[in-house]
């Protein structure tokens, strides 16, 4: 008789709200995009925001596990839903943005550490996120870059 005959798990509230939310906008936009008027150059985007700290291979300083693994677990989602929707739309982009460190209730407690130039405000960082998302192609799907629209690491 195995030791483990019934595993119950209950995802934490960050990967929830971090992950399975996007995947279930997806899952019922989907069909939105379908009808949606778009070409190689002028895709259809469906975008999330994630966190630099949520890239496994950038991750230099460890701490914040639930956080980290939350948008990891985001990025793989976005990752393999662009994958599944490059088969069933085309002209279709999924891109996952990091929208650099913002001036919000969420990063003051991290603020310290942050250049001048570097804390942007909402404002700022929606505007650079909507730059960026309009110079995105199809090719481009399965993207994780940031408010600058350089490519960060899985």
Known sequence: MPLITKVSLTLPQSTQINAL???LIAKHIKPLLAKSKRSA?????????SARVGSISDNRLGGWYSYRMSKAALNMGMKNLS???SRSLKDVCVVVMQPGTVDTQLSS???GN?????????AYSAAR????????SA????????????????
Not at 129 to 136: A, F, G, I, N, W
């Open 21 to 23: 939310a996007s995947l």
């Open 41 to 49: 150059d002028k895709p259809a985007i469906f975008a999330t925001i």
């Open 83 to 85: 994958i599944e929707w």
């Open 109 to 111: 407690p991290f603020q």
């Open 114 to 122: 942050v250049a001048d130039e570097k804390l942007f405000s909402p």
């Open 129 to 136: 996120l909507l730059e960026v998302l309009d110079s995105m």
């Open 139 to 154: 090719a481009q799907s399965g993207s994780f870059v940031d408010w600058a629209g350089e490519s960060i690491p899985w």
